[in-house]
């Protein structure tokens, strides 16, 4: 990494306890501007409290980050509006339509009137969903509706966006489909710091780092990591990392 | 900004009504509650009475108490179903459950009338329901005065009949305008409480109101925006009930509307607060509706005085009563209502109220703050 580059997530030795559970031990990491950053590990290896905490919306127990320049401990109230969330639980509102949701969370994101609207139609014509556009959420197929999720996270063009296993129970084409609606928010100089428990979507991210027991245990590019572990692939990487720390 | 602020506002209640009026049976349901809940109510304390069932016991077997028996034999309130023989036999005609009253004449009915001294008659009603129960015993009240004068007019000076009136089963009677302000608390507390606490416990349950907390949209806006179309239903049905209660049941509206308008709000917000501090403490609609329910809907049934007389219970129960919003609303309403009293005499459930009020808004938010950030 060159000094040069602008960091949009710096965390610093970030810890959160919930009692005596340690669910973040101690991390520090950056992602750079336009990054895909993937987050690796089992569900309760701390990637969602990250996130969590990165959003504003948990407070670290001890250490702290930056996100677009803001401090979480400080200045929620300003990153809320450079950032965009996806949770790993649907939560557009399935009793309203397509539209009808997306013209919420812009006016909610503060985008001008005319914007929305013009956004919304690229976007209606960018998934090709015309059908769909005045048809309950409910009503979509799974895959669409992550999509849909996905776009209406950065309709107000966030600095960085926060997808939390966006890709969960989605199939394999609806998943590269997905990852591509990713690159493309990336060109367009969006951070994307994503969690997954895909390996093969790992092999997507510009650099990743592996969770466990809330500890970051390794971070960096996927096909140098590979090299350095004389692995294959990802998944036989995750499986010596942990084993290793276990 | 304030900009911002408004069409966030707007935005979000826009939703909202969307989902309300999406939402067609639990509509409907909502508007056809207060009709059902006034009509129950209403003709379960009708006090018109006709042909009431009676029983006479009569120790006296003179002229006077025949002529007596026979005013009441010839009245279109009543209907004489029984003559008894003793005083065993009250007991079991109340318990066959046909006899409404029994109207006792004592031996020396007749002997009282005659040489001035009081006569006593007794009248012993059914008060399982005690509005029935009043009611009768204002008709046979009426009755006996009247034999009373025409005893009068024939020349025999007598002193008045004293009564000796004996409530049996409820000895606590208590005024049948009560359902009313009753029924309005209730329908306040289905509509605000219940209905915002769903609504906004299943945003938190399905994941969209970490969506909507993680916007800019400050958190305080994003609640009032939810509960607002629940208000203005609440609202809406509390116009219902109070219209079907002038117009169906005559209930007076003595007092200021705008003092009566005042206690609706307050009461509103009341359990609006409460709703928002149990959504936010439960964490699933489930959660939410049931301790809506049994910790503020049945305790209000119980413990408010409307149906229930709260003299009747225990201390701790009575000293609990003062902890309901809802006693306080509907001693208001009453007061206003039916008495037509002003400012001045109803400030004690005002200042109650708005104190709860303060009080649960402020656990509501602090919860809310401090639970998002846990």
């Known amino acids: 990494m060159q000094d040069n580059l602008v960091y949009n997530i710096v965390a610093e030795r970030l810890k959160r306890k919930f009692g005596d559970f340690i669910a973040v031990d101690d991390i520090s990491f950056e992602v750079a501007k336009g990054e895909i950053f993937g987050f690796l590990g089992a569900n309760g290896a701390g990637k969602t409290t990250t996130i969590r905490m990165l959003c504003g919306l948990l407070m670290p127990t001890a250490g702290t980050a930056k996100v677009c320049g803001y401090d979480i401990l400080t200045q929620g109230k300003e990153i809320r509006k450079h950032i965009g969330y996806m949770s790993q639980k649907f939560s557009l509102y399935e009793d309203l339509t397509i539209t009808e949701n997306m013209e919420l969370f812009g006016t909610i994101y503060r985008l001008d009137r005319q914007l929305l609207r013009k956004r919304i139609l690229n976007i209606i014509a960018r998934l090709d969903i015309r059908y769909y556009a005045n048809k309950k959420v409910v009503s979509l197929p799974l895959g669409l509706k992550q999509k849909l999720s996905f776009a209406t996270a950065i309709l107000h063009q966030p600095e960085v966006v926060f997808l939390d296993e966006p890709t969960s129970g989605a199939d394999p084409l609806v998943r590269r489909e997905f990852w591509n609606m990713i690159y493309e928010a990336a060109r367009n100089g969006i951070t994307v710091l994503v969690t997954t428990h895909y390996m093969d979507e790992a092999e997507y991210c510009n650099r990743i780092c592996i969770m466990n027991q809330g500890q970051i245990k390794i971070i960096g590019n996927p096909s140098e990591l590979k090299e350095q572990h004389n692995v294959l692939n990802m998944n036989d990487l995750f499986q010596k990392i942990v084993n290793l720390t276990n | 900004?304030?900009?911002?602020?408004?069409?966030?506002?707007?935005?979000?209640?826009?939703?909202?009504?969307?989902?309300?009026?999406?939402?067609?049976?639990?509509?409907?349901?909502?508007?056809?509650?207060?009709?059902?809940?006034?009509?129950?109510?209403?003709?379960?304390?009708?006090?018109?009475?006709?042909d009431a069932p009676i029983a006479v016991l009569d120790y006296s077997q003179t002229s006077q108490s025949k002529s007596l028996i026979n005013s009441f034999l010839h009245s279109d309130f009543f209907k004489v179903e029984q003559f008894l023989d003793s005083k065993e036999d009250i007991a079991t005609a109340f318990r066959e459950g046909k006899i409404k009253m029994i109207l006792v004449i004592p031996q020396d009915y007749d002997y009282a009338l005659t040489i001035n001294k009081n006569a006593q008659i007794q009248l012993i009603t059914d008060a399982s329901d005690p509005n029935i129960s009043t009611t009768l015993v204002g008709y046979a009240r009426q009755m006996i005065s009247l034999h009373e004068k025409s005893l009068q007019n024939a020349d025999i000076e007598v002193e008045p009949i004293e009564f000796r009136i004996q409530m049996r089963y409820n000895p606590q009677l208590k005024s049948a305008y009560m359902f009313i302000p009753g029924n309005i608390a209730l329908i306040m507390i289905l509509v605000t409480s219940l209905m915002a606490a769903v609504s906004l416990a299943s945003e938190r349950e399905n994941g969209s109101w970490k969506m909507l907390i993680i916007s800019p949209a400050h958190q305080l806006v994003i609640i009032i925006a939810k509960i607002l179309p629940y208000m203005i239903m609440s609202l809406i049905c509390t116009a219902i009930v109070i219209t079907l209660g002038v117009i169906i049941f005559g209930i007076p509206i003595e007092g200021n509307i705008a003092l009566l308008l005042l206690v609706c709000f307050l009461f509103m917000f009341t359990s609006c607060s409460l709703g928002v501090l149990l959504a936010v403490v439960s964490n699933t609609q489930q959660v939410a509706m049931l301790s809506c329910l049994l910790g503020f809907f049945l305790p209000t049934l119980l413990l408010s005085d409307f149906i229930f007389p709260i003299e009747n219970q225990p201390i701790l129960l009575q000293w609990l009563s003062h902890l309901m919003p809802a006693k306080w609303f509907i001693t208001a309403l009453r007061d206003i209502m039916l008495k037509g009293v002003g400012w001045a005499m109803v400030w004690r459930p005002v200042v109650i109220l708005t104190s709860m009020n303060v009080v649960l808004l402020g656990a509501s938010l602090w919860q809310l703050y401090s639970k998002d950030k846990r």
């Open chain 2, 1 to 50: 900004m304030a900009n911002n602020t408004t069409n966030t506002f707007k935005a979000i209640l826009i939703k909202e009504i969307r989902h309300v009026l999406l939402d067609k049976i639990t509509m409907l349901f909502t508007l056809l509650i207060p009709v059902i809940l006034v009509l129950i109510f209403g003709y379960a304390i009708r006090t018109e009475i006709y």
